[in-house]
């Protein structure tokens, strides 16, 4: 008995022009992505090799994929103790659904892995548009997603570039909430306050420590101490025991987040010194880590799963073919608890 021919695929394609897969689907689907040289030699092969699409897959050319993605570029251990991407994506996934459209989440170890998770995605039609959360200061996704003309939001503050890149902003005033701290704690009598800070090379990152110095400057207290970490527990553990080792040690430190800040009250006690007696902890996120710990800490409190919702709407707007637009989330408000109080007398 005759068996049928086996059909060719595309990575057969791929293998025979030298090319990605991705870029035969770029070629294959009429995608944007690929040199005109590219394409025609990508489908001569195809023809060559006797490749056609299947009927579903024909009967779907033009059709939605009715999912948007999300690809996180953090390592899984790191992303695994934030409880702010949690809510972030409740609050995505709560306003797709209710449109009826999945989200597609990918956890990748870096830019460039991200990068191709994000052309094959386009390249075969599963997702509509995207998320890019965690932007750099200099952010090598912002190319590719113009070049690709993927509809696309920034869960960021507006960047320079943004109206000539056609992408959607959804952000927070940074600088506001950081000046709601810094302001709070010296009026409690905090005068050598320091920072532990997330990744330097996040955009927000950068951002707030620009505003912490700034702050510190207007109410005429001398350059303060700032730590970079990765954000995890055991490097804002490092970085306390680092500031409270000092001659000058602070009499109080704000983190980046709830995870380091938690990972300073151990620190604290450790060392034998009490908060808020002898240090005051304020945290850069709200979340019920806050409350659970022994004192509560104080932290700055906003919408996360609002920020969600309003991220997916604008990237709904978009895909529907509204044009990109910034949105504004309320600013984080200063929520006190018993970790902050006034620093020691002398």
Sequence with gaps: ??????????????????VSIGAVSYALNGRPGVSEQTRKRILEIADELGW?????????SGARAHSVGLIIARTADTLGVEPFYMRFIAG??????????????????????????????????????????DLWTEDTRIPVLT???????????PRPDAPTTRLGTVWKDEAAAVDASVDYLVALGHRTIARVAGLPTLEHTQLRIVAFREAMARQGLPEPPIIETDYSAEEGAQAT?????????????????????VAALNVAQEMGISVPGDLSIAAGDDSQLCVLVRPGLTALSWDIQAYGR???RVL???????PPRSFQQSTARLLVRASTGPPPRG
Excluded: F
Excluded at 10 to 17: F, G, Q, S
Excluded at 147 to 157: C, F, H, K, T
């Design 310 to 312: 309003n991220t997916a």
């Design 52 to 60: 056609r699409p299947s009927l579903a897959a024909r009967s779907l």
């Design 1 to 18: 008995m005759n068996r049928p021919a086996k059909r060719a695929t595309i990575a057969e394609i791929a293998a025979r022009a030298g």
């Design 241 to 261: 025991r680092t500031l409270l080792s000092r001659r000058d040690r602070p009499t109080a430190i704000l983190y980046d987040n709830d995870v380091m800040a």
């Design 147 to 157: 070049e690709l003309r993927i509809p696309a939001v920034l869960a960021s503050q």
């Design 92 to 133: 995505l996934e709560r306003e797709l659904s209710e449109q009826r459209v999945a989200l597609l989440l990918q956890v990748v170890e870096d830019h460039d892995a991200a990068i191709e998770a994000m052309r094959l995605a386009w390249a075969e039609r599963r997702i509509d548009g995207i998320v890019v959360t």
């Design 316 to 322: 709904l707007e978009m895909i529907e073919g509204g």
